[in-house]
């Protein structure tokens, strides 16, 4: 039966992660209400959504934004669970507001939410879409970090790195989210990828696929994010938050990356493998200079029953592909 398996919420629908995730929901026979922040200048093409296989039937799309949390009720309203995607993107930051307002748009956005499941009734567990960059920022020192890691707000404010307050907010809202359940008695847990990569149905290029792809599309100025990358495939994460919504055991927060590669080893992945691109080589990479992040560990995740299908190859035919077709290449 069409449906069987219940209505859930995902906020942000026409982003990468949760347009992919809308997907592999509606391919296991879920109804899905998604939100969409409402662009007053002209309606969002979300047709790339209401085309896929059950999405005539069984999508139903909703105009909601952070910075007016009760907008989400009517989309959450007769949901058993909420898949809670939608963020300030990097791009968000400094768009003339200061970075405070945006992070605490974030906050607030995420608890005004927290706050429509619990009065839905209906909501039976959340699911909280955080980044490794609410792990790995400290000064610990530690080369593999796992959940019991954060990291530290006032190191971050005292870098310099370009995505500092993005880095920030998935920090806090993460923090504030899981408090705000902790206090009210909400089931949340939260999962926490690294870098996603692979193909895309929305038709912009997502942001993380095009640091990923930084040598392949020749944005030297990105390279000092690769020195040492963790990475995960799309369909990998999907999966993951579908996992966490019914595994009956799933409590607090989950690792989500499966392979960690060094600039070194993408240089020569990519040059044997896209032969057609001019991948820069090993010695023009000597004088690429940035820090090197610690590793996270998924075992938490592995532990419970879940296991990663995809590899590097996958993660870049499947994005290099995705690119081509879409002209982006």
């Not at 809308?22 to 026979?29: C, N, T, V």
């Not at 896929?52 to 952070?66: H, K, M, N, T, V």
């Not at 910075?67 to 990097?90: M, N, R």
């Not at 942001?207 to 990105?222: D, F, I, P, T, Y």
């Amino acid at each position: 039966m069409e449906g069987e398996r219940g209505r859930v919420c995902v906020t942000g629908g026409t982003g990468y992660l949760a347009s992919w995730l809308i997907m592999k929901l509606l391919e296991q026979g879920y109804l899905v209400n998604t939100t969409v922040r409402p662009l007053p200048e002209h309606k969002r093409d979300v047709s790339f959504l209401t085309s896929l296989p059950g999405g005539s039937e069984r999508l139903q799309i909703f105009y909601a934004d952070l910075s007016e949390p009760s907008g989400f009720d009517a989309a959450i309203k007769g949901c058993v669970g909420l898949f809670h995607v939608a963020t300030p993107l990097p791009l968000d930051f400094g768009k003339g507001e200061p970075e405070e307002v945006v992070i605490q748009r974030a906050v607030n956005g995420t608890l005004g939410i927290l706050k429509a499941c619990l009065n839905s009734k209906t909501v039976k567990r959340v699911v909280y879409t955080s980044s490794a960059a609410a792990v790995v920022f400290n000064d610990s020192g530690e080369e593999m970090m796992d959940e019991s890691y954060w990291s530290n707000v006032d190191y971050l404010k005292a870098s310099d790195l370009s995505l500092r307050p993005y880095f920030i907010s998935k920090t806090l809202t993460e923090k504030r989210a899981l408090e705000f359940a902790e206090e009210h008695g909400l089931d949340l847990v939260t999962l926490i990828p690294t870098y996603i990569l692979g193909p895309f149905i929305c038709p912009n290029m997502p942001a993380s696929v095009h640091a990923s792809l930084a040598m392949v599309l020749g944005n030297r100025e990105q390279y000092k994010s690769l020195i040492e990358t963790s990475m995960v495939h799309i369909d990998d994460v999907a999966r993951a938050h579908i996992f966490l919504l019914q595994y009956p055991e799933a409590k607090g927060r989950y690792i989500c990356s499966s392979h960690t590669i060094t600039i070194e080893e993408m240089s020569k992945f990519l040059s044997a493998k896209f032969p057609e691109y001019p991948i820069p080589t090993l010695e023009s990479l000597k004088d690429v200079k940035g820090s090197k992040s610690s590793d996270v560990s998924s075992k938490k995740l592995l532990d419970s029953g879940f296991k990663f299908r995809y590899g590097l190859d996958e993660m870049f035919d499947g994005a290099i592909q995705c690119c081509k077709e879409k002209g982006f290449l």
